[in-house]
């Protein structure tokens, strides 16, 4: 039983080292604020402008004409003019402000890079990028990992248990930590 | 080394699993918001503060601010602070957020009547507040909480890089191990080297 438990928790844990890194990296990252300089760069593409019902589907048959992944957020749509459309796409480290010229299919693109930070932080909790295959298996490889963390969590404590040496600074350990920490969460609700 | 590190791993586990639990929990409950009970409610009622007796309609932004955690401690208000913000008719409108709630108080300068609305969330919207807290400002609390998350994030590094140290050690037979750290480590680079490019 051990030897098939203690398995599972390496090689799941192997499976999910990346993600663990990227989630400890990511949340230091949002618990100091931390951002790479960001970059912009301009360029321009004509396209034969997409047949759509509403400002948002064009917005996001947009996105989809010029290749690119990421949410269209519809606060951030607008009309310059009234062939002028102009929208923003978002995706983990990039984001990019389209204005589109319905009368000739010219596209002006400002695209922001976001850096290295920029994508780690993205990666946090992504579950889906639209426009993308890839963003499903993250959100995959994301439930899986989290799954795995329990697992290794709870399958910790049953190695813990099988050591009767440790058994007495483990309680004390995880009284003051776990304990501690289960009052500490329900304190910060109260 | 190896039982020395392999007793950290153990220990630290034991120190922070419950955190652990409580992010992967709440992160579940985030990618399925549906599956967990929502809702909100909200209250209002009238109090009655000094403070808000003797308030000026003119404030800078430091003093608005250090009268918000004030005015936290005379009406026991226990949520983070948030940036005050004065309305056209000289309306000051202090907000406190913690998990799960929200607490706007309507202070009118002058008077030493105040308007309390209380932003009730249900278990799905706390359990995301909770996952999202973070930074240090707030008072001792959520100076506490910013400390415990650098803490467990740390740990995760950590455990990572030990578990794989340990995996290395423990076992002889190593390719399978191989395959999987090889296979998700390429994964994460080459995700990362797609949304970088």
């Known amino acids: ?190 | 080394m190896y039982r020395v590190i392999r007793t950290i791993h153990l220990y630290s586990g034991l120190i922070v699993g419950a955190y652990i639990i409580m992010y992967a929990f709440t992160g579940f409950v985030m990618l399925h918001p549906d599956w967990f009970p929502g809702g909100e409610e909200e209250t209002t009622r009238q109090l009655v503060s000094s403070i808000a007796k003797n308030l000026s309609a003119e404030l800078g932004q430091r003093e608005s601010r250090a009268l918000s955690y004030r005015l936290a401690r005379e009406l026991d208000l226990r949520g983070r602070p948030e940036d005050p913000k004065r309305e056209r008719d000289a309306t000051w409108i202090f907000s406190y957020r913690r998990p799960g709630t929200r607490e706007t108080l309507r202070v009118t300068p002058g008077s030493e009547k105040v308007v309390l609305t209380v932003q009730k969330g249900g278990f799905a919207p706390t359990m995301r507040n909770l996952h999202h807290l973070h930074g240090y400002e707030g008072g001792l609390r959520f100076f506490l909480w910013g400390f415990f998350l650098d803490l467990v994030s740390a740990a995760m590094i950590f455990f990572s890089l030990s578990g794989i140290y340990l995996w290395y050690a423990l076992k002889r037979e190593r390719r399978l191990g191989w395959i999987v750290l090889g296979g998700s480590t390429a994964y994460v680079a080459g995700s990362i080297l797609y949304l970088l490019f």
């Open chain 1, 1 to 190: 039983m051990k030897k098939i438990l203690l398995d599972i928790h390496i090689y799941l844990s192997l499976f999910c080292a990346g993600y663990l890194v990227i989630y400890g990296l990511s949340s230091i990252a949002f618990n100091h604020d931390i951002r790479s300089s960001a970059t912009q760069v301009e360029w321009q593409r004509q396209i034969a402008v997409p047949e759509a019902a509403s400002d948002q589907a064009l917005a996001e048959a947009l996105r989809d004409a010029l290749d690119l992944s990421g949410w269209v957020p519809s606060w951030r749509l607008r009309r310059e003019e009234p062939h002028i459309l102009v929208c923003a796409v978002n995706r983990p480290g990039k984001s990019y402000r389209l204005r589109l010229d319905q009368n000739s299919g010219k596209v002006q693109v400002t695209e922001t890079r976001e850096g290295l930070w920029g994508i780690v932080k993205g990666l946090h909790g992504l579950r889906e990028l639209p426009n993308s295959p890839w963003g499903a298996s993250w959100g995959l490889y994301t439930e899986i990992s989290v799954w795995a963390l329990i697992f290794a969590v709870l399958s910790g404590f049953y190695f813990w248990w099988l050591r009767p040496a440790a058994r007495l600074p483990g309680w004390w350990l995880l009284l003051a930590g776990s304990g501690g920490s289960i009052l500490f969460i329900l304190y910060i609700i109260w």
